[in-house]
């Protein structure tokens, strides 16, 4: 049945948060974004409005603004629930500016959690992510796996977000769930949007198309001697449609009362571990082409292996990661090769 709730986003023309924004759309939610597109473009409205044929409003505002972000809870006094994305994601530049990451991440975070209260929004889902868990080696990863010390700043960022949620969440009325990412790939299957690289491309996969495409000369392996099944790290790929649809079930989860606890988390992988060289075999198959690759040497502060326990998101969301590798690395391709031709 289509619902005619009102979901505030923050983050809303960044990568995962336009692919939400569409699904909640296509499922009759309205959507109203907030995001100062700081690391997003300005085409992003349009092409949601555009895709999903529904209207759908962004708020250009800093989350750090609080004065401004009350008048938007003003224009808007039917919101249910708040799905917070944003945020600067960046492990290497966290490891080089880490207090402009505390200061993005966290007063963005504190404000967001103060909006919620004031405005009394029932519902507050918040992006995690894998990182927390640190470098375990406990696999798969499950939700009572002891988180440890992040990598860098920016898993920092979420931890601390995460603990400061967990503080909160004991003394107030809101349901709050985080859901911890693992791999987030691929692209919208309209091919209009999916993920744009703010600067150099931290993530594997858009630095195997941007090498495919030309964009980069070869593509290294960081490390082919690992204890793996092939040398190659392992890792959690999951298709970004997929991590969409898990934001919009979280939030039902707790629009329908299912909700235990005021502090839920859900890992959100496959889990299914792929190593680099697996992901790389399933591009060329999608795209046709061999990729311009070398085996170079291993990176400092990689994990060896880490892919995710699922079943919780699966028995209580009923989430299910249905996209296969395939699908993931062809939606990626259709994209690389979009922002081409439009010169995005
Ligand atoms: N993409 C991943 O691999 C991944 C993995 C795990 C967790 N996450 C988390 O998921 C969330 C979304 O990630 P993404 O990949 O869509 O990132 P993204 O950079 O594409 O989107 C984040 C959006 O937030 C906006 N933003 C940042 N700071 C803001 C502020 N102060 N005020 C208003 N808007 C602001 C940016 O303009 C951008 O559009 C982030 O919290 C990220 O840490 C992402």
């Given at each position: 049945m289509e619902s005619t709730k009102t979901i505030l986003i923050t983050g809303g023309c960044g990568y995962i948060g336009s692919h939400t924004a569409l699904d909640l759309l296509s499922k009759g939610y309205n959507v109203v974004s907030i995001d100062n597109l700081s690391r997003s473009k300005q085409f992003v409205p349009e092409r949601i409005k555009t895709i999903s044929g529904k209207d759908f409003i962004n708020y250009r505002i800093d989350l750090r603004d609080l004065p401004k972000l009350r008048t938007v809870l003003h224009n808007h006094t039917d919101i249910v629930g708040i799905i917070h994305f944003a945020a600067f994601k960046s492990v290497g530049e966290s490891v080089q500016k880490p207090l402009i990451y505390f200061d993005n991440n966290i007063n963005s975070t504190i404000n967001i959690l103060r909006i919620a209260e004031e405005y009394a929004i029932p519902n507050f889902v918040f992006s995690s992510s894998c990182s927390v868990y640190g470098n375990t080696t406990e696999l798969p990863v499950n939700e009572n796996t002891p988180l440890s010390s992040p990598e860098s700043p920016y898993g920092w960022t979420k931890l601390i977000a995460e603990q400061m949620i967990a503080s909160h969440a004991k003394t107030s009325n809101i349901n709050f769930i985080a859901l911890r990412y693992f791999n987030p790939v691929g692209a919208?299957?309209?091919?209009?949007?999916?993920?744009?690289?703010?600067?150099?491309?931290?993530?594997?996969?858009?630095?195997?198309?941007?090498?495919?495409?030309?964009?980069?000369?070869?593509?290294?392996?960081?490390?082919?001697?690992?204890?793996?099944?092939?040398?190659?790290?392992?890792?959690?790929?999951?298709?970004?449609?997929?991590?969409a649809e898990a934001h919009t079930l979280a939030l039902?989860?707790?629009?329908?009362?299912?909700?235990?606890?005021?502090?839920?988390?859900?890992?959100?992988?496959?889990?299914?571990?792929?190593?680099?060289?697996?992901?790389?075999?399933?591009?060329?198959?999608?795209?046709?082409?061999?990729?311009?690759?070398?085996?170079?040497?291993?990176?400092?502060?990689?994990?060896?292996?880490?892919?995710?326990?699922?079943?919780?998101?699966?028995?209580?969301?009923n989430w299910f990661a249905k996209r296969n590798l395939d699908q993931m690395m062809q939606s990626a391709w259709a994209w690389e090769q979009q922002l081409q031709n439009e010169n995005l």
């Open positions: 919208h299957e309209s091919g209009k949007i999916g993920e744009i690289p703010f600067a150099e491309p931290e993530n594997l996969v858009p630095n195997i198309t941007q090498t495919a495409i030309g964009k980069k000369g070869q593509f290294v392996i960081n490390g082919s001697d690992y204890p793996t099944r092939d040398g190659s790290c392992i890792r959690d790929y999951v298709h970004v449609m997929d991590i039902e989860f707790q629009m329908e009362g299912k909700q235990q606890n005021k502090f839920e988390v859900f890992n959100l992988g496959s889990g299914n571990g792929v190593s680099v060289l697996e992901l790389i075999h399933s591009f060329e198959s999608v795209s046709g082409a061999p990729l311009n690759y070398v085996l170079g040497t291993r990176r400092e502060g990689d994990v060896i292996a880490i892919y995710a326990d699922n079943k919780k998101a699966a028995e209580q969301l």
